[in-house]
C-alpha cells in the first residue's frame, strides 16, 4: 500500500548559490514558488516530482532577477518551470535518515540524470527533505559568462516538507 504526500506550501525552500565577481561574492537566490508531490510504498521507497516556477527567483535584486529570467539563463519567457522527477527515492541503510535520491532534472528543454542523497527527517505525518546538489550551469545551457565572472558551478539547496495526503 502507497500513501500520497504533498508540499506543505510553508515548509519549503528552493534556493541556488553561485559564485560570482571570479569567486568574490555568492550569490543566493531563492524560489518563492514550488509545487511538489509523491507517493510512498511501505518500505520506505517512493517517488514523486517537485515543479518550480523558474520566474519566481528572488535574488534581492531586480535587474539581477530580471537577467537571471532571460534568455541568458533560465528562459522563463519559453521555459517558466523547471522539474525533478524522482524515479526512486529510498533509505541507505535501513537505520539511517540518509537516503538516496535519483531521478532526473529537465532546466530549459534539456534533462539531466541526477543521483544524491538527501537527509529525511520524519515526525508523525510530515517528512522534511534536505539536501544540497551541486549542478554545472552548461549543462543545461547556461553559458552566458561575461569577462568569465561566473563560476560554472553552483549549488541548489532544498528543503521540502511533505504532509500526508488524506
Same mark, same amino acid.
Do not use: C
Given at each position: 500500500?502507497?500513501?500520497?504526500?504533498?508540499?506543505d506550501?510553508?515548509?519549503?525552500?528552493?534556493?541556488?548559490?553561485n559564485k560570482t565577481?571570479w569567486g568574490?561574492?555568492?550569490?543566493?537566490?531563492?524560489? #518563492?514558488?514550488?509545487?511538489?508531490? %509523491?507517493?510512498?510504498?511501505?518500505?520506505g521507497t517512493?517517488e514523486g516530482?517537485?515543479?518550480?516556477d523558474?520566474g519566481?527567483?528572488?535574488?534581492?535584486?531586480?535587474?539581477?532577477d530580471?537577467?537571471?529570467?532571460?534568455?541568458d539563463?533560465?528562459?522563463?519567457?519559453h521555459?517558466?518551470?523547471? #522539474?525533478?522527477?524522482?524515479d526512486?527515492?529510498?533509505?541507505?541503510?535501513a537505520?539511517?535518515?540518509?537516503?538516496?535520491?535519483?531521478?532526473?532534472?529537465?532546466?530549459? #528543454?534539456?534533462?539531466?540524470?541526477?543521483?544524491?542523497?538527501?537527509?529525511?527527517?520524519?515526525?508523525?505525518d510530515?517528512?522534511?527533505?534536505?539536501a544540497?546538489?551541486?549542478?554545472?550551469?552548461?549543462?543545461?545551457?547556461m553559458?552566458?559568462? #561575461?569577462? %568569465?565572472?561566473?563560476?560554472?558551478?553552483?549549488?541548489?539547496?532544498v528543503?521540502?516538507r511533505?504532509?500526508?495526503?488524506?
Amino acid at each position: 500500500m502507497s500513501e500520497k504526500w504533498i508540499l506543505d506550501p510553508a515548509g519549503h525552500e528552493v534556493a541556488v548559490r553561485n559564485k560570482t565577481f571570479w569567486g568574490l561574492v555568492t550569490v543566493r537566490g531563492v524560489f #518563492q514558488t514550488v509545487h511538489a508531490e %509523491g507517493v510512498l510504498a511501505e518500505d520506505g521507497t517512493g517517488e514523486g516530482t517537485v515543479t518550480v516556477d523558474a520566474g519566481s527567483l528572488n535574488t534581492r535584486l531586480g535587474k539581477r532577477d530580471d537577467h537571471l529570467r532571460s534568455a541568458d539563463f533560465f528562459d522563463v519567457e519559453h521555459h517558466p518551470t523547471f #522539474q525533478f522527477v524522482v524515479d526512486r527515492i529510498g533509505p541507505v541503510t535501513a537505520d539511517s535518515a540518509e537516503v538516496e535520491v535519483r531521478g532526473t532534472l529537465k532546466v530549459r #528543454q534539456t534533462v539531466r540524470p541526477m543521483t544524491f542523497l538527501a537527509h529525511a527527517d520524519r515526525h508523525g505525518d510530515n517528512v522534511t527533505l534536505t539536501a544540497t546538489i551541486p549542478y554545472v550551469r552548461a549543462d543545461f545551457g547556461m553559458t552566458w559568462n #561575461q569577462l %568569465g565572472m561566473m563560476a560554472g558551478k553552483g549549488e541548489i539547496r532544498v528543503k521540502l516538507r511533505f504532509t500526508r495526503e488524506g
